[in-house]
């Protein structure tokens, strides 16, 4: 099944353009091919939709998008969960990602918009 996610991820990852599966930042790399993240010189352990949300906010970075379009760019169109799950998911990654700042970017909230990663 693990196969198949990252088959479709793929899809969508190319159908909208994204051609770099690896995303570099200060302390951060995001690799979409081996589902790894490495942050702060340490790997770090996320299920498949926390890497996914992660890859895709920083790979439109300072781009601020709603729940309603993370779900559907990330969850897929057939996700019928409720919006709050991406609040959970940018939850989880804050707290694998704690101090961000210190290196210049960060996921931030857009009050009553969305979210964002922000490259300072």
Excluded: C
Excluded at 8 to 32: H, K, N
Excluded at 43 to 68: C, D, G
């Amino acid at each position: 099944e693990l196969t198949a996610r990252v088959k479709a991820v793929l899809r969508r990852s190319a159908a909208s353009g994204e051609q770099d599966e690896t995303l570099r930042f200060p302390g951060l790399i995001i690799s979409l091919k081996s589902f790894e993240v490495t942050y702060d010189s340490r790997p770090v352990q996320m299920p498949p939709k926390e890497l996914e949300l992660l890859h895709f906010l920083a790979s439109h970075q300072n781009q601020v998008f709603t729940r309603e379009q993370l779900l559907e760019k990330v969850w897929g169109f057939d996700y019928f969960g409720d919006s709050r799950t991406v609040d959970v998911h940018v939850k989880r990654l804050r707290e694998k990602l704690q101090d961000s700042e210190r290196f210049s970017w960060t996921i931030k909230t857009v009050w009553s918009i969305g979210y964002k990663f922000e490259v300072k």
